[in-house]
């Protein structure tokens, strides 16, 4: 027998960012239940550190820290450092010299925002355009341009890189359209790796020994919403008798604070709620993931990726204006879940699955 395909997954897998963290590890544990030998790409670079733990201490820029967080705060990033280090990474290398990586018959560069030229440390490291590699072959999987809008188009320097991607599959619509403008050709939509590998998330939750909180609460993901989206999740909360409880980071608004709370914690948190609020990414993902009710508001720097993902999976519904009634956060936020949704999902799985069979043989 020939050894397994020796592969690596490039992404932004030290992020302090739960939703960084986890499509990081469903990609590579979704390539290695396929019998496949997948490691993530550990590049470093001080700078990109500092930044990266800079937000995570202060998350609320410009508005300051209450000084009884910032304890909290760095518990927090405690608990990523552990659970990354728990990752099948490779030997590390520099982000902005990989000469010295390792080679591979395979590099899959995604999820996540790999391709975001205005992200404010990752954006425009032409390693995740490809250069640099030491691979046999490279493709994407669920790559993401997010805030940067495709009405702009792509820098010809930018696109020339990505006509060395022999397969490209991306995961919202905006980044779909900046493809096919810039290259010519439409790649394939596919789901978030949490989306397509739930197993990962579903393993851990049941053998975490971590406890959620025992009475029904509402899960508050993100930070920064706008007053009206914070008025009526508050609303509804307290019409049905439900906590609001933030994890991550503060949100005065809510009843508790669990900011403290590591990867996995949240894998448990969000399974064991009764509804999710969220203005992030993942907070949607999460909900989708385990069937709950969810609102979700957006933000500039997120819009372009939360319109994709509802759009996608056919939850626009649940991503709201300020025009929203109250009877809408009432039907969306009480409601059992849609099972168009979850059918449109099975859908999106298999031709993910079928994108990386075409990619792995």
């Not at 990081?24 to 290695?32: H, I, P």
């Not at 999987?141 to 060395?164: E, I, T, V």
């Amino acid at each position: 027998m020939s050894p397994p395909q020796k592969i690596g997954v490039l992404t932004f897998h030290r992020c302090i960012n739960y939703g960084s963290y986890w499509q990081s590890r469903c990609l590579v544990e979704g390539l290695r239940a396929r019998g496949k030998d997948a490691i993530l790409l550990d590049h470093a670079s001080p700078r990109i550190n500092r930044a990266e733990w800079r937000c995570a201490l202060q998350p609320l820029l410009p508005a300051p820290v209450q000084r009884s967080d910032h304890p909290l705060y760095a518990a927090k990033v405690r608990s990523f450092f552990n659970a990354i280090a728990a990752l099948p990474l490779s030997p590390r290398f520099a982000l902005e010299n990989p000469l010295n990586m390792d080679s591979y018959d395979l590099v899959i560069v995604g999820s996540d925002e790999v391709w975001n030229l205005r992200h404010p440390w990752y954006g425009k490291h032409a390693i995740f355009f490809g250069d640099g590699l030491r691979a046999a072959r490279v493709a994407s999987y669920a790559a993401s341009f997010g805030n940067q809008p495709a009405s702009q188009g792509l820098d010809r320097r930018w696109a020339d890189k990505l006509r060395k991607f022999p397969k490209i599959s991306i995961r919202d619509e905006n980044s779909r359209r900046l493809i096919e403008k810039a290259l010519g050709y439409e790649p394939e939509l596919v789901l978030d790796p949490c989306l397509q590998f739930p197993e990962a998330v579903s393993a851990s939750v049941a053998s975490s020994k971590r406890k959620s909180p025992a009475n029904p609460y509402v899960a508050i993901y993100g930070h920064t919403f706008p007053k009206w989206f914070k008025e009526q999740v508050r609303r509804w909360a307290e019409e049905q008798g439900l906590r609001l409880i933030s994890i991550g980071y503060r949100n005065d608004w809510a009843d508790e604070q669990w900011i403290s709370a590591g990867p996995e914690d949240f894998a448990a948190f969000m399974a064991a709620s009764q509804a999710v609020a969220t203005n992030f990414f993942h907070g949607c993902v999460f909900a989708l993931l385990n069937g709950k009710p969810f609102a979700c508001a957006p933000s500039e720097y997120r819009v372009n990726k939360l319109r994709g993902l509802t759009e996608l999976v056919g939850a626009e519904r649940h991503l709201l204006s300020e025009e929203a009634p109250k009877t809408h956060y009432d039907s969306i936020l009480r409601e059992a879940f849609d099972p168009t949704i979850t059918n449109r999902i099975a859908t999106l799985r298999r031709r993910s699955a079928a994108y990386l069979d075409d990619v792995l043989n």
